[in-house]
Structure formats: C-alpha cells, structure tokens
C-alpha cells in the first residue's frame, strides 16, 4: 500500500468563506492552480498547473487507484476540487489529517495544529501564505497600476509565484509531519467510515426555497428602514443606531443614564415602570431593529449552488472535545424554534413580500421573519422531508451509565422525566403530577432540575437555566438542587468517580474503569502525552498533556491543553468531575447519532443534514415512513446493550421546529 500526501491551490472568483467550499469550486473560473504531493514520505515535487504543466501519468492513475492511500489536510477540499475535473474519486481511499489533529484533542487549522504540536519551524505551515493567497487565489481590484486587471498570474511576478509553490510545498511537509507525530493514536475504521458518509451528506446538499429567502431578505430591509425612519422622527437623533446617541437621549427621556442597551437589559426596561412614551417606543424599535438581522437569510443567498442546493453545512468533528459535529456557514446548529401558526400562510405571504399583511397576521414582522429562516429548508420537487430526532438522549444515556434504575424505568416505560424527576424529589406520587392539580407545579421544578443539575450544576446553573424566569425564586434553588442529588445518587456518584479516576490514572499511569468507559494514561515516543477516555464504542476522547494542578478555591484540579470554545486559543484548560461526565454523554450522544445515520443511509434514506441529535431526510414521497426512520433511530447499539433509546419527529415539506 502506497500513501500519497496531496496539498492544493485553487482560484475561484467565488469568496471561500461566505459561499462555502462547494459553490467555490463550482464557479466557472474556479481553477486548480498548484499540486503538490509526497510518495512514500519522499521528497515533495509540485506540479504547477497554472504555467501548463500536467500531472505525470502515473499520479492521475493514482489518484483511483485503491493501491494508493491519499492524505491531506481537510481532505474533502481535495477530493471534491479533483472529483470536479475527474469524476467522483472513491471516497474510501481519501484520509483527512485535520480529521486526525481533531480526534486527538488538537485545533483544526494546520497553523495551529503545527503549533499546538510544537513542530519544529522547518516542519510547520509558513506564515507567508496569507499574503500570496490573497495575492493569487482571490480577484485583485483593477488599479491604473496593475493596467486594470482583476487577476494577478504567476508571470505578474514571478518571484511571489516560486515563494507560493515552497509555501504549497511546505503544507505537505507540515501535514505529513503532523501525520507522523499522532500515528500512534490512530482515528478508529468506524471513524473514518463516518468521515466518508459526511463527506457524501455534505456533497449532497439541502434543497432551499430561494423564493422564500428572497422575500424575506426584502421585507427585512424594508421593515429594517421602516423603523430607523420612525425612530428618527421620535428622537430627532441623527443615528438612532448609536449607542453613544441612544443612550444619551434616554438618558433625558429616563432621568437616568441605562447601564448598557443589550438585548435583556432592554427586556428588562421594557417589563419596569417607563411614564415616558417616547422612551418606551424607542426601545420597543430598539428591541425590533434587534430581531431585524437577515444574516443567515444573507448566508443561504450567498451559498446556494446552481441547483438550489447548500453543502457543506456540517463539520465533521467540530467539537473535538465529544467528537460531536458544528455547523458550517448557515449555523444550522442555532436557527430560531417555529412558533408562528400558520407557517404555510407565513411562508406565502413572504414569498408575496406583503409586509403590512404579514405584519397584520402574525404581530412583529422580525420576529416572525427569524422564525422562518428555518423553514428556507424545503423537499426536494416530489420528495418529502422526513425529521427524526431522539428523545431526551443525554438524560437517559447518563441514567445508563450511572446505572440509575429508577429513570432507566422511566424511559423504558412512559418517558416523562419531568414529572418522574419531581415525583422523586419531592415524594409526590406521579400520577397526581398532572395538569389540573396543585401537584403539577413541581414538574417546572423537576424540569429545570433536569435541565441544569446533570452535569455537577448548582444554584448559578439553574439560574442560567432560566429557572428565575420560571417564577422560582433564588431562596427555592439550594432545595432543588439537594432534592435532586438526593433523588439521583448513582448520577452523583458517577461525578466524583469520574473526576477521582483521572487524578488517580494522571497521577500514577495505571488505567481506570468507571461504569462503562475506561481511563488510560497514553504516551509515544514523540512525546505526546494524552489522557483518554475510551468510549463504549471504541472510540477514544484525548486530553492532551494532562497535569493536577489547584483550582480557585485553592483544592486539587486537572488540568489538560485544549482549544478554548470562547477564544479559540489553545491553552490550558481546568476540567473536573461533572464536566468530564458531560464530555462523555454527550460523545456517546454523538455515537449514537452516527450509528443510527449509517444505518439510516444503508437503508436508502438520504441524509442532508443534521442537528444536535436529529436528522433531516429528504426522500421520495412514496418511501416516506416515519415509523420506519424512527425505528431505525430507536435501535440500540451493540456496544451499548440496555441503552433506551427512542426517537420522534414528523413529515412535511419544510423544516421546522416546534
């Protein structure tokens, strides 16, 4: 078996990053301009396709070959800008190094994967090759200096062109490297078979109705207009958009300055006693203009393909903390629910672009056009959409793994955990836990308790949880929170298990099971160092250089090297017991989510995308069974006998949340 390490430059007209890598590829003048490869970890040559040159005979043969294993950094960018020219390459044979640094515990970019890494400066991605992509890739503004051209060509200048091809050559060499340091930790088969079935999802596409998209995008900016105009008219303020003049002018209209204008502080000015009713317009339009963003309507027009289509809407492994995915481009991870009713009289009258009636029919016209932004998702012509999404899985895989009998019945039986979950912490039989009783009161309790507590939470996750929006008062959450606990202790067990395992396997190397993962120390002679977690599935989490240290309040912490979801920097990360327990229910979530859609697309039932714990199929109206796709979700793993899962969700002609 041969490996063939590949790195690409392209030319496309088309903006990467707001069309996404499909549409790029997909324009007229995209064009690859540079190939550079490595055989065998051999010297790497590039062949420089801009000046003429072809690929040698062998290496086009390679690419089909199944004798020859393709690497590169976010292979699917290869693969498709070559399967544009060549036909569909057999995705099997294709490996993704980014995939790697991920499944590892490491960032995504290869800058930063090299780094994280510590690859010595020959062996990492150059820093000069912002400048010469932006400099050949992309459209140049034409200039009385550059003689009015609106593409630079290596022969415009030729030194840049030799500094691109080392900089194209010197990816392969950081790949290759990178590839090199992580081979002791190899990405499980299971694992790169899902890779191969998100690459054909993503390659597939959702079907959107730009009629809607467009009529949205219209209505939003004449509504958007609508209120700055009567805004400017209320307040004589020449920017009514400035913070600086906003809040100077209710300041006088207040008799007091507010402390900021985000969005619940205007919430919160709005529920209290305003006598002004200038002010209280003002920040009623304040509050609309909110709501009146048309980004992701923007997103959708930006990167549909010729055929209606938008790909590319998922990230394989985004969260490399759970292995779990992130959404790409339109964000279909975070769309607004759909409670506007009727959506199908919404969606017509937006596609009629008749503001004043949509205005009319459903109250705040932003509003409501947020709400249908998910429904631009449609069937394809004589399809149906067909949406599963599993039922309170995180819940029930940690009664799994905690070995909490009593919601494990729960599950298996009626599945109302809320109610159940009062019922425990309270004493109260079930059966009176029931609208129309006093009792039914407690099941907000035994809600936001299973929404906040799972995790090691206490009274500040409750808060966070909306529970004070919920009628409760701050004085109630220290019950709940120990009524919980009380009522889940195997749960609460597990966080301390959990969290004592690893300082134990940190501390002195020897490996540890709790419940159904087991806890290793793994090092190579690299000198990478990993705390990992091996999942019920096989498939590991990676901590990367794992330490105790001291946390805040001065007791013993783990420690570990990660990439920060708020800053995106690598650094070092604290971690304890309830957060370790999220990790892994929510990777085993994500397990799960992936076996159900091998299965599903074994079964003929073509994925286009997913969110969270959900699917969303798009078949023909005929093979359109719910009770079919939900029994599929519903199967069990063979790696997780006694898991109770389930599964519902609806048919229509466009997505939606209720």
Known sequence: MHHLSIDLETYSSAPLARTGAYKYIHSPDFQILLFAYSLDGGPVEIVDLARGEALPPWLAAALSDPGYIKHAYNAAFEWNCLSKFMGPLPIEQWRCTMLHSLYCGYPAGLEAAGRALGLPEDKQKLSSGKALIRYFCVPCPPTKTNGGRTRNLPHHDPAKWELFKSYCMGDVTAEMEILRRLSGFPVPDAVEKQWQTDLVINTRGAMVDMELVRGALEIGETTRARLVEEAVQLSGLDNPNSLAQLTGWLAEELD????????????????????????????????????????????????????????????????????????????????????????????????????AKLRLLYGSVPNTLSQLIRTS??????????????????????????????RLEVFRTHGKIYEASASQMFGVPLELIKKGNP?????????????????????????????????????????????????NKRIRDLWYAMEAAAASVVRNGTPAGVNNVTLAREMDSNGLDFLTVRLPSGRKLYYARPAQGVNQWGGPSLNYMGMDQTTKKWKQIETYGGKLVENVVQ???????????????????????????????????????LDDVTAIMSQTPPWAPGLPLDADGWIGDFYRKD
């Open 256 to 355: 007091e300055e507010p402390p900021d204008l985000r969005r619940d502080t205007v919430s919160r000015l709005l529920d209290g006693n305003i006598t002004s009713g200038a002010a209280r317009r003002m920040l009623e339009i304040r509050q609309e203009l909110g709501k009146t963003s048309t980004k992701k309507y923007n997103a959708i027009a930006a990167a549909v393909c010729a055929d209606g289509r938008v790909r590319g809407l998922l990230q394989f492994y985004g969260a490399n903390r759970t292995g779990r995915w992130a959404g790409r481009l339109i964000q279909v991870q975070n769309l607004p629910r759909t409670y506007a009713e009727p959506l199908p009289l919404a969606r017509d009258i937006i596609k009629r672009r008749e503001a």
């Open 377 to 406: 998702f449609i069937a394809a012509p004589g399809q149906k959409l067909v949406d599963a999404d599993f039922s309170s899985i995180e819940a029930r895989i940690i009664s799994w793994m905690a070995g909490e009998q009593w």
């Open 439 to 487: 009792e039914y009161a407690l099941r907000q309790k035994g809600k936001v308790a299973e929404l906040a507590l799972g995790y090691q939470g206490g009274t500040g996750a409750l808060i966070k949880m909306g529970a004070l929006d919920m009628g409760l008062t701050e004085d109630e959450l220290p019950e709940i929170v120990s009524r919980w606990r009380d009522a």
């Open 587 to 625: 990777a085993i979530a994500r397990d799960c989510l992936a076996d159900a859609i091998e299965r599903l697309e074994s079964a003929g039932y073509a994925v286009v995308f997913h969110v969270h714990d959900e699917v969303v199929i798009d078949c023909p109206a005929d093979r359109a069974s």
